[in-house]
Each structure stands twice: as C-alpha cells, then as structure tokens.
C-alpha cells in the first residue's frame, strides 16, 4: 500500500529506528543491548492472544537502508524470504540457512505485491509495467495480465494464489503515480481482479471498494479478506468465497480505530495474512506511535493482539521452517519474529 503521504517518502531518509516505550527508548539495531523478555511490544490486548506469544524471542530489525518495502513472500521449498524495495527498483533475498540478505532481481519494474504459485513459480506485481508476472523456472517471464477491456491496468498491488491455481490481485492505482512521476494517473475503476488456472483469462470480481489492497483467504479457502485503504474511512472486508471465483455477502471486520493512553489513534490496514485458526494479522501504519505496526484480529473481528513497531508496517507474512516466523516488511526496514502459530498457507 502506498496512501497519498509525500511527505512520508520524500523524508524517508529521516525515519527513527527507535520508539519510546514507557520511559525507555528502544533501539532496534543488531548491535543494541538484548531486550528483556517477554518483548515490552508484543502485546496481548485480549486473553485469546496469550497462546500465540512467545515470552522468550523478541523483535528483530534484519536488514534497513531500503526506500519503501512490500510484499514479503516465504518460498518453502527454497527455504527463503524474497519482498521489494520499491523505490530502488529491486527485490532483495533473505536465507534462512544463514540470513544472508542479497539482491533478488534488479530491475524488478518497481515490483510491489509477490507470492508463490502451486509450483514454486513467483508472481510478481508490477507498478511500472502495470503487469502481473510470473517468473519461470528457465527464468523467462510471463506476463499473466497487463489490460482490461483494452485499458491499462492501474498499478497491480498485492497477489494471492488459491488452491485451483487462480491468481487474485488487486489494482488499487497506487505505485505508479508515486515512483512513475504520473500522480493520480488510473484509467480503470480500482477493482479485484482473478486469471482463471485453465485459461488465463482474466475476470473483474469485485468494483466496489475505493482503493482495494491487501488480500488474503482464510485457511478453508471460504472467504477473502481485503483491505480497504479509502482515506476517508479505511478499512477491512471480509467476502464469502463461491465456487472459488466469486464473491458475496461483503461485509465490514474488525474496526482500524485504536485507544492507547488514552487516545484514539487511527490509520490504514494495508498487507494481510491468516494463521491456522483463522486470525487476520494486519500490516498497520500512519496512525502513529503506539499504533504503526501489526494487528491481530480474531475470526470474530475483535483485535487481540498488536505487534508494535518503530516504522509503518505495509506487509507481513509467515516464513521459516515451521512458518512461525513472522516477516514484517516495515517502510525502510525488515523485521521478525517468531510466534506460537502457523501462517495458514504457504505463501
């Protein structure tokens, strides 16, 4: 997700590394003294989150110096993390042997949202092309979709792949007006999107958010959860799936709105995942200290966790060997950390 803030990206250069918590400043850099467990910023704000903490591994920064990163995606056979750095037009590469860090692909076409079909392949979207691709294992490309109806495509943002084989996406306009020097520049309604497995076609299922972004399935492949990154009421949906291509029944989950000391902090869902008993872990950000970060909402929509962090969280997902490591893809950063549940699939 990109929301309109320049003035966060013209000044991403200045971000702080370290927050307050209580009276204590934390700082997030490999060398800083160890954090006492259990992590002051892993919190429970509900009982049901307990089981999920883990009250003897903390947050980690990986790796910083990138302009904005997204799309974080575990590949399980590889035993690797690949996300972007939008700005700097690359994807970079984590390996969990040994956390090597090293540049992926360069160009990536101002790549955003990335994922892992049935077979290993990544899909990647891209803003500059305004394309959704897929990287063989020759190493040639193919282009899954560019148009609709004969009209470019926005600035194709996050990706997910159900069990069919279909490929949903969505196409919200941000990226290219940011990185591309065209503000404002969409020709099509912002819209969800899904190429059928057998076909490739491509086929509009969904028109009727303002700026649909993060998605994700629940794990039994029933509903599709989207954010909704509307600056005037941002928000999550959540859908029942029909027959795996269609959608109905949408409806409002979970309420972005927070109170911290006191005070009512508000700001954007953007990337999303689902866990194994079927909690919405959300990338969250522009809401401020005390706010930026992850939240975790329960099937119900009641939020019962957060996972603060010192920057804007725009994407997560589940990695490593048990996929109970949490990546965060946080504006100019990668974080970690490890939790006591399973990403619910594999990407």
């Given at each position: 997700m990109l929301v309109n803030r320049r003035a966060f990206l013209s000044g991403a250069g200045s971000m702080l590394l370290s927050h307050t918590v209580g009276a204590q400043t934390r700082d997030f850099a490999p060398e800083a003294a160890p954090e006492r467990y259990p992590d002051p910023d892993v919190i429970s704000l509900d009982k049901r989150?307990?089981?999920?903490?883990?009250?003897?591994?903390?947050?980690?920064?990986?790796?910083?110096?990138?302009?904005?990163?997204?799309?974080?995606?575990?590949?399980?056979?590889?035993?690797?993390?690949?996300?972007?750095?939008?700005?700097?037009?690359?994807q970079y590469r984590w390996l969990g042997e040994?956390?090597?860090i090293s540049v992926f692909r360069q160009p990536?076409?101002?790549?955003?949202?990335?994922?892992?079909?049935?077979e290993g392949r990544q899909i990647s979207c891209e803003h500059?092309?305004?394309?959704?691709?897929?990287?063989?294992?020759?190493?040639?490309?193919?282009?899954?979709?560019?148009?609709?109806?004969?009209?470019p495509l926005n600035a194709p943002n996050d990706v997910v792949v159900h069990p069919d084989?279909?490929?949903?996406?969505?196409?919200?306009?941000y990226g290219h007006d940011y990185f591309m020097g065209a503000p404002g520049e969409t020709?099509?309604?912002?819209?969800?999107?899904?190429?059928?497995?057998?076909?490739?076609?491509?086929?509009?299922?969904?028109?009727?958010?303002?700026?649909?972004?993060?998605?994700?399935?629940?794990?039994?492949y029933q509903r599709l959860y989207v954010t909704d990154t509307?600056?005037?009421?941002?928000?999550?949906?959540?859908?029942?799936?029909?027959?795996?291509?269609?959608?109905?029944?949408?409806?409002?989950?979970?309420e972005l709105k927070l109170t911290a000391d006191g005070k009512e902090l508000s700001g954007f869902a953007d990337g999303i995942r689902a866990d194994t008993d079927g909690?919405?872990?959300?990338?969250?950000?522009?809401?401020?200290n005390g706010y930026d970060g992850v939240h975790v909402f329960a099937p119900d929509g009641q939020r019962i966790g957060q996972i603060r962090l010192p920057e804007i969280c725009s994407n997560l997902c589940f990695g490593g060997l048990h996929r109970n490591r949490l990546f965060m893809t946080a504006s100019q950063s990668l974080y970690s950390v490890y939790v006591n549940t399973q990403g619910a699939h594999f990407a």
């Open positions: 989150f307990d089981r999920y903490r883990i009250l003897y591994t903390r947050i980690q920064r990986l790796y910083t110096g990138m302009g904005w990163t997204e799309g974080p995606a575990w590949h399980g056979g590889g035993q690797y993390l690949v996300w972007s750095d939008i700005p700097n037009d690359r040994d956390g090597h990536s076409h101002k790549g955003n949202g990335n994922t892992f079909d049935v500059e092309t305004r394309r959704v691709v897929r990287y063989e294992h020759s190493g040639a490309v193919t282009v899954l979709a560019e148009t609709w109806q004969g009209k084989g279909g490929i949903w996406f969505t196409d919200p306009g020709y099509l309604k912002e819209a969800i999107y899904r190429i059928d497995a057998k076909s490739g076609k491509l086929a509009l299922v969904s028109a009727d958010m303002v700026k649909p972004n993060g998605l994700c399935f629940s794990p039994d509307n600056a005037r009421d941002p928000h999550i949906m959540v859908n029942d799936m029909v027959g795996g291509a269609t959608l109905r029944n949408g409806r409002r989950f979970g909690n919405v872990w959300a990338g969250m950000g522009w809401g401020g």
